[in-house]
């Protein structure tokens, strides 16, 4: 009977058992085998797809030196579709707003759903709560719900602290909508260094965008671009390949939960490694901070890569990220002495340096061959147009190609220009690269110009030998770019090969390949254009002895480190109270030469006195540097510049010093021999070209909220006496 029993019993078991498998098997498999299938059959249940803009690359040095990264940047982010939709689950009826608008021309009265009042009715008490609060442009969110339906999240705020961040993350307000997220952001390692070259990135523009591609998501967030500088016109390897999230919502609208195995990482950008090293660049540049305005180009005559490349005074990009006030912006567009131009791309008349091109151009004839009598100028016509000397009292008499370099005889220099005629002047001004830009990738890089019969027919004149002369001496309607005398100087430097000048060394892409390499372009030789190496080698000798012979116009920029030579160089600008720009050229060391620079300095009183001095300095520094000497790339401050007249430059001793005049390039007086709308056009201000940066919209009356912060902490207050049931 016992026996019968547990028999039963046993069975019972194992039927219990059998039971329990069963389920357990079934459980499984819908849970976990099926998982998906039966999530996608509830109801309500969906998917959100985000898009998740890459990471834009880096810009580096030639030494691997980071000039530009990314650092975390925290927003609080709305979608407004999904804000309006749990809006209308709530409540019978939504606010409306009326608008006027044109279409086709005629002015008609629209009605859409009140956007901004939903904001401030579901979403900001939950955010002032936690005191998040912040004043916005009420206009600026009605125009990005109408323009895009809801569909691309509407960025609340871009400047959480860490803190709001953890914080929001850490509270679940179950605000739906509403998200918070990290997002790189560009960072300018070294604030204003390079800032004329590495340009700024400008906020996500949906505009930009196709329509298309917005469809692609539901949730579309755009990238930063580039608006100027490299920034801009690498733009293309810069930008980083979107990724994407695909989030699960219930059917309330909330999210619940996102699809991991459906997730696309984004790809980061090529960096991008310049030619410049970092060190150099900020030699330069705070070489320049002894002058108010002005500009500095360093070249490796070797290669024609560009080393460093200053313009004074200069900007911080970092103030435009992630976007900038209107008044920061309105400060530095309205500031007279224009931060923004790149005067080391800008056209100016380059005075007595072009008298190195113009004497190559002499070896394309028998000119260089000739002696011409200085006798205190030339007359052409019923113009008589002086050298300089003869405001000191003397002449420079019978003179060669070489000794008219050292003196810089503007007399010779008028003959010797006439007697080889324009056509090889323009002949060699095409040949070094002058009367165009030089191509390298930064927007608004002029192409100078040479004038001759054709442009002057078109200003409505007959050319005549006093314009040759004029060009002869860099003045006129003459204009040449710091970075392009830079390349004219590298040239003689190296024996007559003309190299493109070249800022970019290569593109990488983060897994090391290199996605674009140029090697250094040769573009002419002029020992296979019609010269010598013996004709270049006079010209580079006239340069040696402007520098270091007695009575050249440079004895300032003799050293003791190294063989420079150079050319000066002031001109004449029309205003009263700038009336000169001073230029200085020079390379070192004589046989195997490493450097070549252009140095202009603005309202400059001469090139020997205000300029020599800074290329001195940078190319000491920078040998003094390969030698080992130790350049630690700092941040540095934007230079405001200013207006003052820069008569001579020291870096024996503290500021600026003054010195004699004696041994001065002085510019000669060319205005009676300019014609009228010629003199216009020379003297006219250079104005900078702005790429407008992401400006932060102001609140207006209807955006001013944040005083619910203090009315959500007001309330917090007066609950206080029950934190012992709730805490702290």
């Known amino acids: 009977m016992v026996t019968r029993f547990r028999i039963r019993l046993y069975l019972l078991a194992c039927m219990i058992l059998a039971g329990f498998g069963l389920l357990v098997s079934r459980l499984y498999d819908i849970q976990i085998e099926q998982h998906d299938v039966y999530v996608s059959k509830l109801p309500g249940r969906s998917e959100l797809t985000v898009r998740i803009p890459g990471i834009r690359g880096e810009i580096k040095d030639r030494n691997g030196i980071t000039l ?8 609080l982010r709305f979608d407004l579709k999904e804000i309006v939709d749990d809006y209308k689950s709530q409540h019978k009826s939504v606010p409306k707003y009326s608008y006027r608008t044109i279409v086709s021309g005629q002015e008609v009265e629209r009605e859409e759903i009140d956007i901004v009042q939903i904001v401030k009715e579901a979403v900001l008490p939950g955010l002032a709560d936690l005191g998040m609060v912040e004043n916005f442009n009420s206009r600026q969110l009605r125009v990005h719900y109408r323009s895009t339906q809801g569909v691309v999240p509407y960025t609340y705020r871009r400047n959480l602290t860490f803190k709001e961040f953890a914080t929001f993350a850490e509270h679940n307000l179950d605000l739906p909508g509403v ?8 960072h300018y390692v070294y604030d204003a260094l390079a800032c004329h070259i590495l340009g700024y990135v400008n906020l996500p523009d949906i505009q930009r965008v196709a329509v298309e591609k917005r469809q692609e998501y539901d949730h579309y967030v755009g990238d930063d671009f580039g608006v100027a500088g490299i920034e801009k016109t690498l733009d293309h390897h810069l930008q980083g390949k979107p990724g994407k999230r695909v989030l699960e919502k219930d059917e309330k609208g909330r999210i619940v939960g996102e699809f991991f195995d459906k997730y696309e990482a984004p790809k980061p950008g090529a960096d991008v490694y310049l030619t410049l090293d ?15 305005r002005g500009a500095a180009v360093v070249i490796d005559p070797r290669t024609g890569e560009i080393l460093a490349m200053a313009s004074v005074p200069s900007y911080n990009p970092n103030v435009f990220i992630p976007s900038v006030s209107a008044e920061d912006y309105r400060n530095l567009t309205s500031n007279p002495t224009s931060p923004f131009l790149d005067r080391s791309i800008n056209p100016y008349s380059p005075g007595s340096t072009c008298k190195i091109p113009v004497a190559l151009a002499g070896c394309l004839s028998d000119s260089y061959k000739k002696n011409f009598y200085c006798s205190g100028g030339v007359q052409y016509g019923s113009k008589y147009m002086k050298c300089w000397c ?17 003196y810089s005889c503007n007399a010779f220099f008028y003959q010797y220009a006439n007697d080889t005629g324009i056509a090889n002047i323009q002949t060699m001004a095409s040949l070094l690269g002058l009367g165009r830009p030089t191509g390298i990738p930064i927007p608004g890089e002029s192409g100078g110009l040479i004038p001759d019969p054709t442009w002057l027919r078109l200003q409505g004149l007959q050319w005549s030998d006093a314009f040759t002369a ?30 493109r000048p070249k800022l970019v060394s290569k593109v990488v892409e983060k897994d090391g390949t290199v996605a674009e390499q140029t090697p250094p372009e040769l573009k002419h030789d002029l020992t296979k254009e019609g010269l010598t190496a013996e004709q270049v080698e006079m010209v580079k000798h006239g340069m040696w002895r402007v520098v270091n012979e007695p009575g050249g116009t440079a004895g300032r920029a003799s050293s003791e480190i190294t063989t420079i030579s150079g050319k000066t160089g002031t001109t004449q600008t029309g205003k009263p109270d700038e009336p000169t720009n001073a230029w200085f050229i020079a390379f070192a060391p004589y046989d195997e030469p490493e450097l070549a620079v252009c140095v202009f300095v603005q309202n400059g009183y001469s090139g020997g006195g205000a300029a020599s001095p800074i290329a001195k300095n940078i190319i000491e520094s920078a040998l003094a540097m390969k030698q080992g000497m130790e ?3 700092s941040p540095l401050e934007p230079f405001e510049g200013n207006f003052e007249r820069i008569m001579a430059v020291s870096f024996t001793g503290e500021g600026l010093t003054e010195y004699a005049s004696d041994d001065a390039d002085s510019a000669v007086d060319v205005a009676d021999v300019m014609p009228s709308q010629l003199r216009k056009r020379s003297s006219s201000s250079s104005q900078a070209p702005v790429a407008k940066p992401s400006i932060t919209s102001q609140a207006d009356r209807e955006g001013s909220v944040s005083d619910q912060n203090k009315k959500a902490n007001q309330r917090w207050k007066n609950l206080r006496p029950l934190r012992f049931l709730f805490g702290e």
């Open 68 to 75: 530009v990264d990314n650092v975390p940047n925290y927003e």
């Open 179 to 186: 998200t918070v997220t990290a997002r790189g952001s560009r």
């Open 278 to 292: 970092a060190r150099i660049q900020m030699i330069a540049e705070e070489s320049l901070r002894k002058i108010g």
């Open 390 to 406: 003869l405001s000191k009292g003397y002449t420079h008499g019978s003179v060669d190609v070489s000794t008219a370099i050292k």
């Open 470 to 499: 004029l060009v002869s001496i860099g003045q006129g309607a003459t204009e040449i770019t710091p970075l392009q005398m830079a390349s004219v100087t590298a040239s003689v430097s190296n024996g007559g090969k003309v190299y």
């Open 631 to 633: 350049i630690t790339v």
